[in-house]
């Protein structure tokens, strides 16, 4: 098939790209770059079947004949989603209006990446794809919240109006290899400051709770969604649900058990309780994740010290040619 994924430089979006390589498809990825890196999907970049197209989606992009779109881009940390929150807006929406016209036009099936943020927080626990969500929607968290409810509101919209076949699937916090360093998401935060010996930052007191799924479940999930029949929407997550101390002592005993935890304030609207109910995605799609949390951390962390320490070789060598 001829498969295209947005934001396919992204975390996420680069390991789909390559199970889709691997299972011998033609995949053309656009990206603007914004929190992806091209050298994400180095190892196809001279791969006839592989194509790069730098491109912002929030402009309205043609290529024939494609099969599948896979609609990941947008930014996923809220440090880099607020960082622009009109952009982030237009992403959500512009964006996945325009992936939606390309479906339109080459009458291919449309997944788009949504996010357990759409139950806000949440005032049900853990959270079933029936629930409407506790949002605010003039906070610093409604660019990406509010902008993912329309982006699946227009997705449902262009299925009944204009027959195109949909996924829709929401996904709960997910880690794993490729992360950004900077990235500013909790789990490759922790992961970070314990690799470098400096404190862990909890936000809060640490009580509220998240779920993490390790990316390469993550991506079979995505895949059977877009292959099976089932429209969605669907949670995608680990329902294992950990406070964000217990997650920060996790990570600090398997690094270094010395390592100091501080505590700094909690953000604006930020959710206190998270946990996917799975039971649709069992059901429907005969998934449910198969890496455990500490499993999942160890590479993750495994990622993170090969790039801290090859970092830190390069500049040394700087250093001594200087
Ligand atoms: P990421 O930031 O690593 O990847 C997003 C990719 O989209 C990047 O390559 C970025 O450059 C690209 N992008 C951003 N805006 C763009 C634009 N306007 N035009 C073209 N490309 C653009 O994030 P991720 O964790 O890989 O998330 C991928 C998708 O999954 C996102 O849609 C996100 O909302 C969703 N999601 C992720 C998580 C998670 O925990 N990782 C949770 C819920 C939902
Ligand atoms: N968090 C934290 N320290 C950090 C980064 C995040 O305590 O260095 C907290 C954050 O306040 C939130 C949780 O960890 O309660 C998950 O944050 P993340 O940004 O990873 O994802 P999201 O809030 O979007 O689920």
């Given at each position: ?109 449309i997944l788009l990446a949504s ?14 794809e ?21 982006a699946e509101?227009?997705t449902f919209?262009?299925h ?6 949909v996924r829709v699937a929401r ?54 969604l ?5 429209m969605g929407p669907v ?88």
């Amino acid at each position: 098939m001829k498969i295209l994924v947005t934001g396919g430089a992204g975390f996420i979006g680069s390991h789909l790209v390559d199970r889709l390589m691997e299972s011998g498809h033609e995949v053309i990825c656009v990206d603007n770059l914004y929190t992806g890196r091209k050298s994400n999907n180095a190892q196809w970049s001279d791969h006839p079947n592989f194509q790069f197209i730098e491109h912002d989606v929030v402009d309205p992009i043609m290529i024939d004949n494609i099969d599948q779109i896979y609609h990941l881009a947008c930014p996923a940390s809220p440090v880099h989603y607020q960082s622009d929150p009109i952009q982030t807006a237009k992403t959500n929406f512009l964006g996945t209006l325009n992936m939606l016209e390309l479906a339109k036009h080459s009458q291919a099936r449309i997944l788009l990446a949504s996010t357990s943020e759409v139950y806000g927080d949440p005032l049900i626990h853990p959270q079933v794809e029936s629930y409407w969500g506790n949002v605010n929607c003039t906070g610093i968290r409604s660019c990406y919240d509010e902008g993912k409810r329309i982006a699946e509101t227009i997705t449902f919209d262009y299925h009944r109006q204009s027959g195109i076949e949909v996924r829709v699937a929401r996904i709960f916090n997910t880690h794993g290899e490729r992360m950004l360093e900077n990235d500013g998401r909790v789990v490759s935060n922790f992961v970070v400051q314990a690799l470098k010996g400096i404190p862990l930052t909890i936000y809060g007191d640490g009580s509220q709770t998240r779920s993490f799924c390790y990316v390469s479940d993550l991506v079979e999930g995505l895949m059977r969604l877009m292959n099976g029949s089932y429209m969605g929407p669907v949670n995608l997550g680990n329902p294992g649900e950990y406070t964000i101390l217990q997650l920060a002592q996790t990570i600090q005993n398997m690094i270094d058990p010395n390592t100091e935890i501080i505590f700094k304030p909690l953000p604006q609207d930020d959710p206190q309780r998270r946990q996917p109910d799975i039971s649709q995605a069992k059901s429907h799609l005969g998934w449910e994740p198969t890496v455990q949390l500490k499993e999942g951390l160890s590479k993750t962390i495994a990622y993170f010290r090969d790039r801290i320490s090859a970092s830190a070789a390069s500049h040394n060598i700087s250093e001594s040619t200087e």
